[in-house]
């Protein structure tokens, strides 16, 4: 299994930045991809941004430009940085790990973005 811990969620501006971290623990040596997605209020669920083992990203058209998304291997971590923050980013915003063992999900770090 794969345990996903997410953090650096907050209250932000509009136009701000800030970034969020996941932290992998288990069994990593089976992840081949993680990403982060993000669910606001009544809405469904949607993908911001993807990375896989070897690089390649995936971003949402919605945050592209704006949001970037990296992997630490030496600290089975993967960010999101997340910059010119609007108000429609407000969502809780989690954590998802693709791995040969299954995916797993994080309990996510919420986002506000308000003056």
């Known amino acids: 299994q794969v345990q996903l811990v997410e953090s650096g969620g907050g209250l932000v501006q509009p136009g701000g930045s800030l970034r969020v971290s996941c932290v992998a623990s288990?069994?990593?040596?089976?992840?081949?991809?993680m990403g982060w997605y993000r669910q606001a209020p009544g809405k469904q669920r949607e993908l911001v941004a993807s990375?896989?083992?070897?690089?390649?990203?995936n971003i949402s058209n919605s945050v592209k430009g704006r949001f970037t998304i990296s992997m630490n291997n030496a600290k089975n971590t993967v960010y999101l940085q997340m910059n010119s923050l609007k108000p429609e980013d407000t969502a809780l915003y989690l954590c998802?790990?693709?791995?040969?063992?299954?995916?797993?999900w994080g309990k996510g770090t919420l986002v506000t973005v308000s003056s």
């Open positions: 998802k790990s693709f791995s040969t063992q299954g995916d797993y």
């Open positions: 288990g069994s990593i040596f089976s992840i081949y991809g």
């Open positions: 990375i896989t083992g070897g690089g390649t990203i």
